[in-house]
């Protein structure tokens, strides 16, 4: 990691932090023990997402191929086919009421699926020119127009 990053990463992760803590009127109404079991929850889910992220990365660098368009569209397609084997295989095992209802509404969701795997598709592009973390703190970014949008 370049030593030039670490502040920003450290601030973006901070503003992501001070942002997503709870109002002190939701806290003056609780025990205390539930925040932190869902801060507990968040940051588990965030280490598995960077986690992720640095794994994406490194298999995009690891398919090479003619050139990195070609690298992050292949990985992508893997993580998608990954992604979706599991999930058809945890709702035919534990939920096949829900897996008809979701087939039933095909035609409906076809372009939510276009356009989420067409972001993911420049992600990956990103993750393919240029470093994760620095990828990452760019695209938090999101996280001031979530704020701007709600």
Do not use: H, K
Request: hydrophobic share 55%; aromatic share 12%; glycine share 12%.
């Amino acid at each position: 990691m370049r030593w030039g990053l670490a502040p920003s990463v450290t601030l973006a992760a901070a503003g992501v932090l001070v942002v997503s803590m709870p109002s002190a009127s939701r806290l003056a109404g609780s025990d205390g023990s539930s925040n932190w079991r869902v801060a507990g929850y968040g940051l588990s889910a965030a280490a598995a997402f960077g986690l992720a992220t640095i794994c994406f990365r490194e298999g995009i660098l690891a398919l090479g191929g003619s050139s990195f368009i070609v690298a992050a569209a292949g990985a992508l397609n893997y993580a998608l086919t990954l992604q979706t084997g599991i999930i058809l295989s945890y709702l035919a095992a534990f939920d096949r009421r829900g897996l008809y209802a979701i087939a039933g509404e095909w035609r409906a969701s076809m372009t939510a699926g276009f356009m989420g795997a067409l972001a993911t598709q420049f992600w990956f592009l990103a993750f393919a020119i240029e470093t994760a973390a620095r990828v990452r703190t760019l695209g938090l970014v999101e996280v001031a127009f979530a704020q701007i949008v709600t």
